[in-house]
T-cell receptor, first 112, second 117 residues
Framework: GDSVTQMEGPVTLSEEAFLTINCTYTATGYPSLFWYVQYPGEGLQLLLKATKADDKGSNKGFEATYRKETTSFHLEKGSVQVSDSAVYFCALTRVNAGKSTFGDGTTLTVKP | GAVVSQHPSRVICKSGTSVKIECRSLDFQATTMFWYRQFPKQSLMLMATSNEGSKATYEQGVEKDKFLINHASLTLSTLTVTSAHPEDSSFYIC?????????????FGPGTRLTVT
C-alpha cells in the first residue's frame, strides 16, 4: 500500500537558518504530493503541492520538488523565521485511491 | 475561498453521553469529506471517508457504530461519537475536497478538541 515517511523530529533551528525536512513515499502510479502545515491548536493548511514529476511547489519561501527517481518531496526554506514554528506533514494522493496518505509529521521550532 | 469550518471547536462531555461534531464547506461543494483523529504524538489517523448521499467508508479498526458519520448535503458532514469514553478524548479534524479545484486537494477544518470526563 501507499506510505509516506518523514524525517523524525523535533527539529530546532535558529532564526534565518536553512531548513530541510525529508519526505519519501511509496505509491503505485503517479500520485500528487503535498506539504501541509499545522500551527498549534489548529487544523492543517495546504502549504504547497506538486502534481507530476519534476514539478516544484512553492509558497511563503518554502519549496519542494517532486523527484520520481528518488521518490522524494523534501521541503526546504532558505531562511526560517520564528513564525514558521509548526508541525509539517507530507502527504500523497492517488486519483483512484480517493483518500490521502500522510506522514507522521515533523515538529519545527525556530528560536530567535 | 475553500474554507472548511468545524463546530464546536472544543467540547467537554461526560462519559456515556454522545457528542456531535459538524463539518461544513463554506464556499464550495464537497462530495467527499474525510474525518481524522489526531493523537498526541501528531500522527493523523483517517477514520472514515464520507460521501454525500451514501454510507461512509470506515477504515479498518474504526467502530462504525461508535463513530456515526452522516453526509446529508454537499456542504455538511457530521461525526457523532456515541457513548463517549475517556479514551475517545482526542483532536478530531475533518477535510473536504473542492470539486472546482480538481480531486487532489483537501481543505481542512480547524479541528475539534473533545474531552470526555
Amino acid at each position: 500500500g501507499d506510505s509516506v515517511t518523514q524525517m523524525e523530529g523535533p527539529v530546532t533551528l535558529s532564526e534565518e537558518a536553512f531548513l530541510t525536512i525529508n519526505c519519501t513515499y511509496t505509491a503505485t502510479g503517479y500520485p500528487s504530493l503535498f506539504w501541509y502545515v499545522q500551527y498549534p491548536g489548529e487544523g492543517l493548511q495546504l502549504l504547497l503541492k506538486a502534481t507530476k514529476a519534476d514539478d516544484k511547489g512553492s509558497n511563503k519561501g518554502f519549496e519542494a520538488t517532486y523527484r520520481k527517481e528518488t521518490t522524494s518531496f523534501h521541503l526546504e526554506k532558505g531562511s526560517v523565521q520564528v513564525s514558521d514554528s509548526a508541525v509539517y506533514f507530507c502527504a500523497l494522493t492517488r486519483v483512484n485511491a480517493g483518500k490521502s496518505t500522510f506522514g507522521d509529521g515533523t515538529t519545527l521550532t525556530v528560536k530567535p | 475561498g475553500a474554507v472548511v469550518s468545524q463546530h464546536p471547536s472544543r467540547v467537554i462531555c461526560k462519559s456515556g453521553t454522545s457528542v456531535k461534531i459538524e463539518c461544513r464547506s463554506l464556499d464550495f461543494q464537497a462530495t467527499t469529506m474525510f474525518w481524522y483523529r489526531q493523537f498526541p504524538k501528531q500522527s493523523l489517523m483517517l477514520m472514515a471517508t464520507s460521501n454525500e448521499g451514501s454510507k461512509a467508508t470506515y477504515e479498518q479498526g474504526v467502530e462504525k457504530d461508535k463513530f456515526l458519520i452522516n453526509h446529508a448535503s454537499l456542504t455538511l458532514s457530521t461525526l457523532t461519537v456515541t457513548s463517549a469514553h475517556p479514551e475517545d478524548s482526542s483532536f478530531y479534524i475533518c477535510s473536504a475536497r473542492d470539486l472546482g479545484q480538481g480531486i487532489y486537494e483537501q481543505y481542512f477544518g480547524p479541528g475539534t478538541r473533545l474531552t470526555v470526563t
